[in-house]
């Protein structure tokens, strides 16, 4: 049976085993649920008016302070539960381990949303399906 988070307007489901922290600063949300290894989704919701062109930009160059080397190209298009999503797909070493990192974002009429999600590149191959199936659970909720 999956874990249900249902707060501040959100909610989704997610696996039963793993962790969830929240944080609120001001007007900006934020939840990760973290695997029981390198895995995590992180979720962070902005007002309705952020852009999020500046949020990818300060979202990307946080990551190449901590991986220099890092390499980014944008997403293909895509959709999920009819929501369009825009985002950069991003590749780094992190202690000689390949790491993969899925970067979205989409917009509702009533916030903006950032979406980071991340693991070892082993993990990634197992948990992105969990990934999707977190954001299809947000977003079938949102709508």
């Not at 609120?24 to 995590?40: G, K, L, M, R």
């Not at 990818?56 to 999920?80: C, G, H, I, N, S």
């Not at 950032?114 to 954001?135: G, T």
């Amino acid at each position: 049976m999956p874990s249900v988070f249902d707060q501040t307007g959100l909610r989704f489901e997610y696996p039963e085993n793993w962790s969830l922290e929240e944080a609120s600063d001001y007007q900006i949300e934020q939840v990760v649920v973290s695997s029981p290894n390198t895995a995590f989704w992180q979720l962070t919701k902005y007002p309705a008016d952020a852009e999020l062109e500046p949020l990818f930009d300060e979202a990307l160059a946080a990551l190449r302070t901590e991986y220099p080397k890092m390499e980014t190209e944008p997403a293909a298009a895509e959709q999920v539960e009819s929501q369009p999503l825009v985002g950069f797909d991003v590749n780094f070493i992190c202690l000689d381990l390949t790491n993969t990192c899925w970067l979205r974002g989409f917009q509702t009429s009533e916030a903006t949303y950032l979406l980071l999600c991340q693991a070892e590149d082993r993990e990634f191959a197992q948990v992105s399906p969990v990934f999707q199936a977190m954001l299809a659970s947000l977003l079938r909720h949102l709508a």
